[in-house]
C-alpha cells in the first residue's frame, strides 16, 4: 500500500487499540460477569484473559502488505481471548475460511494476511449469543450497544481506506431491527445512505462455523457458475434483506 493509505491505516488501528483498551476499563465488571456466564452454563471453566479482545494481527500489517479484504466476524470467543492469541478467527470457522481461499484462488486472496479482519463487538462471551446474557447489567448493556457503533464506524473507516477491496460480513442473523446487532446495522446504515458506492461493495453470508457458508454457497450456486459470481449474488441478496436500501 502507499504512504498515504499506510498512513490512514495506521491511525485507524491506533483508534481501535485504544478504544478496545478504554472500554476495557470502562467495564470493571465485566469480567466476573463472564465468568458468572461460563458458571452458569455447566460448562468446563477456563480462565478469561482479555475481557475486551483487540485484534493483535492488525499489528502485523506493514506499508509492504496487500490488503485483499476487508472481513467482519462477530466477537471473541474462548481461543481468541487467551493471551497467547488476542487475534479473531483462529478457531475451527478461521480454518474453514483459509481453506475456502486456498480452494478458490480465482477470488485473489491468496493468504489469511491480505485478510483484515475485524468484529462487530471486542466483547468475549463463549458464545455470540452469550452476549445477550451481558445486557441483564445496565451499564454493559450500554456499552456493548456504544462497542457495536464504534465497530462498525472502524469498519467503514476500513472500506474508505481501502476502497477497491469488498467489505464481507459473515453472520446476519442478529443484524435485523430489534436484535442482537442492530445498532451495529443501523451505524453503518447512516454511512451507506450518503455513500452508495461503499455500500455496493458490502456483502454478508451465513457463518464459517459448522460450514454454513460453503453449505450455502454450493446450494446456491447454478450449474458451473463462476464461484465469484455466485459469492456476488448471494452476498447481495443477504445484502438486501438486512439493509434493505
Known amino acids: 500500500m502507499d504512504e498515504k493509505t499506510f498512513l490512514a ?19 470493571p465488571h465485566l469480567l466476573s460477569l463472564q465468568k458468572e456466564l461460563i458458571d452458569q452454563r455447566g460448562e468446563s471453566a477456563y480462565p478469561i484473559e482479555t475481557p475486551v479482545v483487540y485484534n493483535r494481527e492488525w499489528d502485523d500489517i506493514g506499508p509492504q502488505d496487500d490488503i485483499r479484504l476487508i472481513l467482519i466476524a462477530d466477537n471473541p470467543g474462548r481461543r481468541e481471548q487467551e493471551a497467547k492469541n488476542r487475534r479473531y478467527l483462529i478457531g475451527p470457522s478461521g480454518k474453514i475460511l483459509e481453506r475456502f481461499f486456498q480452494k478458490h484462488p480465482e ?6 494476511k491480505q485478510i483484515l479482519i475485524l468484529n462487530k463487538t471486542p466483547i468475549h462471551t463463549p458464545r455470540t449469543t452469550d452476549l445477550k446474557f451481558l445486557n441483564r447489567e445496565p451499564a454493559v448493556a450500554s456499552l456493548l450497544i456504544e462497542g457495536l457503533r464504534k465497530m462498525a464506524e472502524f469498519a467503514y473507516r476500513a472500506q474508505t481506506i481501502f476502497p477497491a477491496i469488498p467489505l464481507w460480513i459473515i453472520g446476519y442473523s442478529e443484524m435485523s431491527k430489534g436484535k442482537l446487532f442492530w445498532p451495529y446495522t443501523e451505524h453503518l446504515l447512516r454511512f451507506y445512505e450518503q455513500d452508495p458506492f461503499s455500500y455496493s461493495r458490502l456483502f454478508l453470508f451465513r457463518h464459517f462455523s459448522m460450514n454454513q457458508f460453503t453449505i450455502d ?14 459469492l456476488r449474488r448471494l452476498g ?4 438486501k434483506r438486512v439493509f434493505q436500501l
Open 107 to 112: 477470488l485473489g486472496v491468496q493468504s489469511r
Open 217 to 230: 454457497l454450493a446450494r446456491h450456486r447454478t450449474n458451473n457458475e463462476p464461484v465469484p459470481e455466485t
Open 9 to 27: 491505516f495506521h491511525q485507524l488501528r491506533e483508534d481501535f487499540k485504544n478504544y478496545c483498551k478504554t472500554l476495557q476499563e470502562r467495564l
Open 236 to 239: 447481495e441478496m443477504y445484502r
